[in-house]
């Protein structure tokens, strides 16, 4: 049976706790919004074009509506044009990623001294992950990366939100719903993980999408923070049996 999750070679000195971390990459764990995601739009745009033979205005357009409606416009290409989900990644990030990662400072030392399990759970590819992690120097923080790629379940990708693939982590990390925190700047992926009883800490960037109609905290929000550095300097983070 394939996993959701796939391993990486931790050597996390993180103090040791019950909790367990699930943090979304882009705009998250780093601002994505400063350089990389207008290299993203620009190679999958083209991606879509070069798949379907649009114009790049049909082709931003069709990937638009795609993200929108399914998390994902590799899932809108495979499902509705029979494009290879695996291939129109690797097209679809082809770019100097490393140019373009943002330094997020003193983030390993607060990672390093955050207590509990990390993993990284994103909508991107996992090579793309990876690359990032690796040039922010936090990698070896996380025990893991569960990226597209491995959101396949029963033959179908289910990308955040999806209640099934939240389900899916829950079961694979063997871990009570009330221990794990999700961290992420996309509320409606917070909003999944709460009615399974997560924990859910809101990193709010100006620069994702929709993040501007609604600048409050929900009821399902249990922290919100402007930056990964604040959260990871809170009581919430630092200190998890008081919260």
Known sequence: MSTLIKRISSKNHAPISDRVWLFDLDNTIHDASHA???QIN???TRAVMNA???SFEQATQLRQRYWEKYGATMIGMH???GVNALKFLHASHHFDVAKYVKHQPRLRYLLNN???KKYVVTNAPYDYALTVLETLGVKECFEGI????HMCIHGHYRPKPSMKLMRGLL???NCPAKNIVLVEDTLKNLKVAKQLGMQCAHIFNIGTPFSAIYDGRPSYV???KHSIQALLLSDFARYPSSC
């Open 222 to 224: 249990d922290i919100k």
């Open 42 to 44: 620009n190679s999958m």
């Open 52 to 54: 379907l033979k649009l």
């Open 114 to 116: 955050t207590p509990g």
């Open 36 to 38: 990389i995601f207008d």
């Open 146 to 149: 569960c990226a597209i790629d």
């Open 171 to 173: 079961k694979e990390l």
């Open 79 to 81: 499902k509705h044009h």
